[in-house]
């Protein structure tokens, strides 16, 4: 074992090559809006808050006023941090209300509908953005989204598929009286009066429209009719929270990512530390050896995740001992390339993720430098399938990221951890991995993805693609992934891209692989500053993302 800090000489680009500016994310009317931000001369934080405004209408999947997230920035003098505006749980939370009177989990309650739904951070966060960096008026950057939604937006192949598998379950939610009521076809547009009217007001009367005003009271009202718990006082107690972000070095990268609640760079950075002392570059790109290597260090840190992790104002997270460097050598003191380290002897386990796939991420880089990351979600796809008629949005179903039942076997067999039980205004555990990377002291790469649990591990690789493997950032993005939460002892292989011969010689050294799940890992949306200044966009393939720069 050797260490080894050289890293494969910059590729040249494969993906949209911009001279300045850049946005990046899942839908390309929302990049667009960002970017025409951009033009008329706003910074990256003002296009931070229009892009994730113009995804609640183009992206409605998981773009959201009725959800929340995470933003980690880095400014062009290279000052970085990061915004917490994850959803809290309400006041009337406690830790059995998902449990029946038996003390069994109800799962339904904690996912579908009213009861699911936790108090949105959305609003707050953009706002607070827009104090602390915004340039330009916050109508002119809410303005391009009623546009938008008074115009419509057109419906793609992959969102009239998506809508079709959810037509059923959101109609048992909401009746059959929403706009996603009636069949989605491929070309047809959708438009959003409600959303256009409801942003609007906002865009008038400011951030207490939707925490204190008209907004919040119908919202309130909505909720509370279908056995919500979300009250007016809940509403006007939700704050974003700037957070420091977790910063490490990988050889000679200095990430930056977002730390508890979220578990992002936390686990991230154990992954990337416990690989480190291995010349992951000489074993080559999805090889049984680096695929071992990735494996043996996500399973070590995902059961500290799971066990360890949760609410920093509500928990006491021994960060300095997880991130300890002797401490993680000696996690891989039993790894050995000879055959897999079964999950029940890395530690007793404690928990099983319980995170949907469903999220949405985009990346801006500005004119001047200034980096901006950030992941946002309503959990599963559209949240809690709850869709605020009169508002025009869906609402999250997060409470579900909560553990329902500390250190007792849920409905799938799984068991969580006290850490992340629900308590009145905690916040829930997130995967949301928005990270910045730095190279010899200048901004190298904005990347981050959806995908659940899967979203450290696919953020991971993409970096390891373009450092370690030499790949472009389009080729990093598109590149196939695979995945290992330490429980299910289970390495998840996306369907295209690993050949049987390699998962046979995995499987021979004693790695369970997923044989009936062959999922989509991620929808990465990056970006690259490549040696010449000029920046690469890494664009999904997996969905209807577009990079767009000048
Ligand atoms: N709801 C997905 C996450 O926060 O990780």
């Not at 108090?119 to 953005?129: D, L, Q």
């Not at 972000?245 to 979220?262: G, H, N, R, T």
């Not at 200048?442 to 373009?466: C, D, E, F, R, Y």
Request: aromatic share 8%; net charge negative; charged share 20%.
């Amino acid at each position: 074992m050797t260490l080894v800090s050289c890293s494969q000489p910059e590729a040249a680009p494969t993906g949209v090559v911009a001279e300045k500016a850049m946005v990046v994310s899942a839908r390309e009317e929302a990049s667009r809006i960002g970017l025409e931000v951009l033009r008329k001369g706003g910074n990256a934080f003002d296009a931070m808050v229009a892009t994730e405004i113009a995804l609640a209408s183009a992206y409605p999947f998981a773009g959201n006023l009725g959800g929340g997230g995470f933003m980690v920035y880095r400014t062009a003098d290279g000052e970085a941090g990061s915004l917490d505006y994850r959803e809290k749980a309400p006041l009337a939370a406690h830790k059995d209300m998902y449990l029946d009177s038996l003390g069994n989990p109800v799962p339904d309650l904690s996912r579908k509908g009213a009861t699911a739904v936790g108090v949105p951070g959305t609003i707050a966060g953009i706002f607070e953005v827009h104090r602390r960096f915004g340039s330009l008026p916050m109508s002119e950057l809410l303005a391009p989204t009623i546009e938008l939604c008074e115009r419509g937006v057109r419906v793609t192949e992959k969102q009239a598929e998506r809508l079709a598998s959810y037509f059923e379950v959101m109609a048992e939610v909401n009746g059959d009286s929403i706009l996603f009521a009636n069949d989605c076809q491929p070309g047809d547009t959708l438009r959003y009066a409600a959303l256009a009217r409801t942003l609007q007001r906002i865009s008038d009367n400011g951030r207490d429209e939707f925490y204190k005003g008209e907004t919040a009271r119908t919202l309130v009202g909505f909720l509370q009719e279908r056995g919500g718990y979300i009250t007016m006082e809940d509403m006007a107690r939700y704050q974003a929270v700037w957070r420091d972000p977790v910063v490490f070095q990988y050889k000679d990268l200095k990430v930056i990512s977002m730390a508890p609640p979220s578990s992002g760079g936390v686990t991230m950075q154990q992954i990337l530390r416990m690989m480190e002392p291995y010349d992951l570059a000489s074993m080559g790109q999805h090889t049984s050896r680096s695929i071992q290597l990735f494996t043996e260090a996500a399973r070590r840190a995902y059961a500290d995740r799971n066990y360890y992790l949760g609410d920093p104002d509500f928990v006491d997270i021994p960060m300095e001992e997880l991130l300890n460097a002797e401490y993680l050598k000696a996690r891989m003191k039993t790894f050995s390339f000879d055959s897999a380290t079964p999950s029940d002897q890395v530690s007793e386990g404690k928990l099983m993720l319980r995170e949907s796939e469903e999220t949405t991420h985009y990346s801006i880089v500005d004119q001047w430098g200034n980096a901006v990351s950030a992941t946002t979600t309503l959990n599963g796809a559209y949240g809690s399938k709850l869709y605020c008629t009169p508002l025009g949005f869906f609402l999250n179903n997060e409470m579900d990221d909560f553990s329902a039942k500390p250190g007792v076997p849920n409905m799938f067999g799984l068991i969580g951890a006290e850490a992340n039980s629900i308590a009145p205004e905690k916040r829930m555990l997130s995967s949301m991995t928005p990270t910045i990377v730095e190279r010899d002291g200048k901004l190298w790469m904005v990347v981050g993805t959806p995908g659940g649990s899967t979203i450290i591990t696919a953020v991971s690789q993409t970096i390891l693609n373009v450092y370690e493997f030499g790949q472009s950032m389009q080729q990093a993005v598109s590149a196939p992934r695979f995945h290992h939460q330490w429980l299910p002892d289970l390495i998840v292989f996306e369907p295209e891209g690993f050949s049987d011969a390699l998962k046979d010689s995995l499987r021979n050294l004693g790695y369970h692989i997923n044989e009936n799940r062959t999922p989509i890992i991620g929808k990465v949306d990056a970006i690259r500053v490549l040696p010449d200044g000029r920046l690469e966009g890494g664009a999904d393939p997996r969905g209807d993302d577009t990079a767009v720069g000048f």
